[in-house]
């Protein structure tokens, strides 16, 4: 009967310990990150968030003083952006929540390129664009204003509206891709017919714009959209 009842108490008790395991459990340890240590994880994480495969851009990131020394954290830390922030410069968070709640702010510029043309030498308005004008360089997005050009294909056999110089990036604004008195190629198409004319612009135009082209067989106006080079589509 002892016995029995020494089972029981035994039973009873390992039931108890095992319901009670995780008040028991070892505290979660501590990990302690250097300034540079944190700096290297928001730039990790940052870089992620922000750049892709096919994106020409450069980070930069403000790294923490050392002066800081190190900061215990004892969960996984979290970084985060501002909400609606400005991805050319805004700020990585870095927030810990135990043993003690921190958080630090680190500055991060991005930077972005493109690859465009750009004019090679002075030309005066009304010069016809040829390949040897033109050549493809690196510039910061933000300083680029207006519709550039990244195809030469696109603008050779064009000419400039206003005075263009050396190293300036050219933007479709600057040019006419179909010019007044130019003779062009009149593209119809309407329920899988096509036909080709040519007619005589009477205004100028660059890729997109609608223009007034006068049909030399009929003699008759009509309203096109420039599609290229000396080329206009007929609009329905």
Do not use: H
């Amino acid at each position: 009967m002892k016995k029995y009842e020494n089972f029981i108490l035994y039973l009873i008790l390992t039931v108890y310990l095992w319901l009670s395991y995780p008040l028991f459990a070892a505290p979660q340890t501590s990990q302690w990150y250097s300034a540079e240590q944190l700096t290297e994880l928001a730039r990790e994480w940052v870089t992620a968030e922000l750049l892709t495969v096919n994106n020409d851009a450069e980070l930069s990131i403000t790294a923490l003083d050392n002066r800081l020394g190190s900061k215990e954290c004892a969960v996984p830390l979290n970084f985060s952006l501002p909400a609606g922030y400005n991805p050319r410069q805004t700020t990585v968070q870095i927030n810990c929540v135990a043993p003690t709640p921190w958080q630090l702010f680190l500055p991060v510029r991005l930077t972005e390129w493109l690859e465009l043309l750009v004019i090679k030498q002075n030309i005066t308005p009304g010069t016809v664009i040829t390949a040897d004008m033109l050549e493809m360089q690196r510039r910061e997005r933000r300083l680029v204003r207006g519709t550039f050009v990244q195809e030469p294909a696109t603008i050779i056999g064009s000419r400039n509206k206003r005075s263009l110089s050396v190293g300036q990036i050219i933007s479709l604004q600057d040019l006419c891709l179909v010019c007044r008195g130019d003779i062009v190629t009149i593209q119809i198409s309407n329920k899988g017919l096509s036909v080709i004319a040519s007619g005589v612009a009477q205004q100028d135009g660059s890729l997109g714009d609608a223009v007034t082209v006068r049909n030399q067989q009929s003699g008759r106006n009509i309203q096109t959209e420039v599609v290229g080079v000396n080329q206009v589509r007929v609009k329905f």
